[in-house]
């Protein structure tokens, strides 16, 4: 089992830039694909971006392609978020999941698919 913490949210200007993190405790985080997702008020939450366990496998929402960059430090447990350029419409509560799995897709883009959550962090992008 995985425990998720996100930090890093706040208000951003847009067109700047923020970068998210989420920390893992528990064992063996280099076996979890993760994702990042968020969810805006009254809309479902969508995906963001997710990257493979070890070898850098990466995909990304059309929305944000280009302008965000997930990464991790497995030895640090982390995988964050990089915003760059953010729009306003980026303004969201921003959550990290963890999928157990041994593969990576590019499908990877559900939230059935993913085992663990964090409890989210804000993400406010004034205009």
């Known amino acids: 089992q995985v425990q998720l913490v996100e930090s890093g949210g706040g208000l951003v200007q847009a067109g700047g830039s923020l970068r998210l993190s989420c920390v893992a405790s528990?064992?063996?985080?280099?076996?979890?694909?993760m994702g990042w997702f968020r969810q805006a008020p009254g809309q479902e939450r969508e995906f963001v971006a997710a990257?493979?366990?070890?070898?850098?496998?990466?995909t990304y929402a059309d929305s944000v392609k280009g302008r965000f960059t997930i990464s991790r430090d497995n030895a640090e447990k982390t995988v964050y978020l990089q915003m760059n350029s953010p729009k306003p419409e980026d303004t969201a509560v921003y959550y990290c999941a963890a999928k157990l799995t041994t593969y990576f897709s590019p499908y990877y883009t559900k939230e059935y698919m993913y085992n663990y959550w964090g409890q989210g962090t804000q993400v406010t992008v004034a205009s």
């Open positions: 990257i493979s366990r070890s070898d850098g496998r990466t």
């Open positions: 528990g064992r063996d985080f280099s076996t979890y694909v």
